[in-house]
């Protein structure tokens, strides 16, 4: 069984931290609710932050991005 990526992993703000306080609340508990999903999936009980750059939970290809824990935040106006 193949697993079924969510609407917004298509979504290249997806992986943007966004700005807005609110939308970037609902950005995060979707990437959490993702990653659950992936990993309970792929029977991933824990990973690395190294070990999560090799899979493709964390960079879509496709659109050429990537969720990037050390890529600088936005700035707060």
Known sequence: MSFVWPWQYSFPPFFTLQPNGETRQKQLAAW???ALA???QHRLPAMTVREAQDIPLFANHRLQRIL???CPRPRRP
């Open 38 to 40: 992936y990993s309970q």
């Open 68 to 70: 990037c824990a050390r």
């Open 32 to 34: 959490c609710a993702l």
